[in-house]
């Protein structure tokens, strides 16, 4: 299945470096790209559950899993830096040429990346977990089914619990060009800049947060990362209006902190939430109907609240309500730190 994802994901991020223009095919252009991009995001609902289970199951013992299941996380980190950097490294070919082709490369550049995650996917074994239920002849033959009617409460939950973490993630790495560029004037290879330190930071946070999960419970250190994210996104806005190069940089490169702490004990938090048999189905749809209900919609929320008021503080007020809506969420999760996950530990007989 990964390999699957992979595949569809990686070549439909290539193709989108070959799309013709509009000069050359008209309105197609834009229809071909919004579909390459919808086979992505099909690509990508498969992507995360299927790394997270196989980090985690392959952990060797109960108390590491927090940090084990972080690892996978680091695929966003990785990713920002790499795009961010790729932005700005053929940006300096000129805005004329980056806007006609050069935008093309880092595209068509990503096949390499395929052919990485090609090669190391074909060399891993499912785990132990999951060879277990195959040797019991238990896979479910229709778990996205099984999933929604077994543990409907589990998928609203992850869902829900995301709303702090994702929200204002793309308010931090998205929005905030708008905002800080197009609204304060502030230059764009500084905004670049300071996004791709955060997520050099991240490199840190993130597996310190799902270490952190191991010894003190998953669900706690998530609720402790919600709480601080709810108060993060006013002194994050009380230094980005400021307009000081010096204040908006390092407003920028704490700004994913609050995130890392949500986002290294998440992985786990949700997949533990499943039963072994629905558990890559059911942390998947959780986890992706986030994307939904708060990542998509975020930027776009963000520039209604501040062209309605005016202010940077409507935005953090909405930050708030996000973090109010995922510290009831997570609160009512499950936390199975340092327990079994096989079937029995969920009364699967």
């Given amino acids: 299945m990964l390999i699957a994802t992979l595949l569809i994901t990686g070549?439909?991020?290539?193709?989108?470096?070959?799309?013709?223009?509009?000069?050359?095919?008209?309105?197609?252009?834009?229809?071909?790209?919004?579909?390459l991009r919808a086979i992505q995001g099909i690509g990508v609902g498969g992507e995360w559950g299927g790394s997270v289970l196989l980090a985690m199951e392959w952990s060797r013992t109960h108390g590491q899993r927090g940090l084990v299941a972080s690892w996978p996380q680091f695929g966003v980190p990785c990713?920002?830096?790499?795009?961010?950097?790729?932005?700005?490294?053929f940006s300096t070919m000129g805005t004329d040429n980056f806007t006609t082709w050069?935008?093309?490369?880092?595209?068509?550049?990503?096949?390499?990346?395929?052919?990485?995650g090609l090669w190391i996917r074909l060399g891993i074994l499912e785990t132990p977990v999951f060879q277990e239920l195959l040797d019991k002849n238990k896979v479910e033959k229709a778990p996205v089914i099984e999933v929604c009617?077994?543990?409907?409460?589990?998928?609203?939950?992850?869902?829900?619990?995301?709303?702090?973490?994702?929200?204002?993630?793309?308010?931090f790495t998205a929005?905030?060009?708008?905002?800080?560029?197009?609204?304060?004037?502030?230059?764009?290879?500084?905004?670049?800049?300071?996004?791709?330190?955060?997520?050099?930071?991240?490199?840190?946070t993130i597996p310190l947060a799902g270490h952190f999960s191991d010894q003190i419970g998953r669900k706690k250190m998530y609720l402790i990362g919600v709480i601080v994210m709810g108060l993060f996104g006013f002194a994050y806005f009380a230094m980005v209006?400021?307009?000081?190069?010096?204040?908006?940089?390092?407003?920028?490169?704490?700004?994913?902190?609050?995130?890392?702490?949500?986002?290294g004990p998440q992985a786990a938090l949700i997949a533990e939430s499943f039963t072994p048999r629905l558990r890559y189905s059911g942390a998947s749809i959780g986890y992706q109907l986030a994307s939904i209900v708060a990542g998509g919609p975020a930027p776009i929320i963000a520039t209604a609240l501040f062209a309605s008021y005016k202010s940077g503080y409507s935005v953090a007020i909405y930050i708030a309500a996000c973090a109010v809506i995922s510290l009831i969420s997570a609160?009512?999760?499950?936390?199975?730190?340092?327990?079994?996950?096989?079937?029995?530990?969920?009364?699967?007989?």
């Fill in 11 to 35: 070549l439909a991020t290539f193709a989108v470096g070959l799309v013709p223009t509009y000069e050359t095919i008209g309105i197609w252009g834009a229809i071909i790209l919004t579909v």
């Fill in 79 to 89: 990713g920002l830096l790499l795009s961010n950097f790729a932005i700005l490294a």
């Fill in 102 to 116: 050069g935008w093309r490369i880092p595209f068509a550049l990503s096949i390499i990346l395929v052919g990485v």
């Fill in 149 to 171: 009617a077994k543990q409907p409460k589990e998928i609203i939950l992850s869902a829900l619990l995301r709303m702090s973490e994702q929200a204002p993630f793309y308010i």
């Fill in 175 to 204: 929005f905030i060009f708008a905002y800080a560029v197009g609204t304060l004037h502030m230059s764009r290879n500084l905004i670049l800049t300071a996004v791709m330190v955060a997520a050099c930071v991240s490199f840190f």
């Fill in 241 to 263: 209006d400021t307009a000081s190069p010096v204040l908006v940089f390092i407003a920028i490169v704490l700004s994913l902190i609050p995130h890392d702490l949500q986002y």
């Fill in 331 to 349: 609160a009512m999760m499950p936390d199975y730190t340092g327990k079994s996950i096989s079937d029995d530990a969920y009364g699967e007989d």
